[in-house]
């Protein structure tokens, strides 16, 4: 482009400035007074028009940011299950056919994966009480309010099977224990998780009680909560 040259399509604007067509406002902004000051005549190499260049460039590259609404980020929603093991399920795809996905065990959320065409941000959605916290499987369950008092055995269900976990007391006193490296699997800088288990003491009857009586007192324990 001559230096006299109206700039008059995206991709001349964004190589005036120096960067890409689809920048940031904060990114379009910086690269704008970074080129003004090369390009104004009062700087040594800098002349009329080159300052007129890049004022244009920056008004095609604002102006087009401020009419065109910025694209939602496709999102694939998984079960923890499918963050430990691996995602093997059909798909819609964006053009409306189905396809059968095979993704890798150890998905984080906000990893970015590829599926035919698409780029799809994953986010991982809790399920029966499991949950997903970083690198980390959470599992909430309910014992009996005496392992509570003193820890012991419990046996837990997590997607990858049955279990007996260990509840040391000091375990039971903050109501949290962890199995280390049974989270999800290392995947590239992330490393392998735990198992988070919080533990919540079981709501038993009390002596008398009616089952209606316990469900009442159940349901207003919840609503206060």
């Known amino acids: 482009m001559s230096q006299g040259e109206p700039v008059t399509s995206f991709v001349r604007a964004a190589r005036v400035l120096g960067v890409e067509a689809d920048c940031g406002p904060d990114a379009l902004q910086k690269a704008f007074r970074a080129a003004v000051k090369r390009a104004h005549p009062d700087r040594p190499g800098g002349d009329a028009a080159r300052l007129r260049a890049v004022i244009e460039a920056h008004e095609l590259l604002r102006g087009r940011r401020e009419t065109s609404p910025a694209p939602s980020p496709a999102i694939l929603t998984i079960t923890p299950g499918e963050a430990l093991a691996g995602l093997r399920r059909p798909l819609p795809a964006a053009d409306g056919t189905i396809r059968f996905a095979r993704l890798p065990a150890g998905l984080r959320a906000g990893d970015r994966v590829r599926l035919g065409a698409e780029i799809l941000t994953i986010a ?21 309010p005496a392992l509570m008092r003193q820890g012991g055995e419990v046996g837990v269900q997590t997607p990858a099977g049955s279990r007996a976990l260990r509840v040391t007391r000091q375990d039971a006193i903050r109501g949290l224990a962890r199995v280390a490296g049974a989270g999800l699997p290392a995947r590239g800088s992330r490393p392998q998780g735990d198992l988070l288990v919080w533990l919540k003491p079981m709501d038993l009857p009390q002596a008398g009680e009616t089952s209606a009586q316990v469900k009442l007192r159940r349901f207003a324990a919840a609503w206060a909560a």
């Open 124 to 144: 991982i959605k809790s399920q029966a009480g499991l949950s997903v916290i970083g690198d980390h499987l959470c599992l909430s369950i309910e014992v009996e």
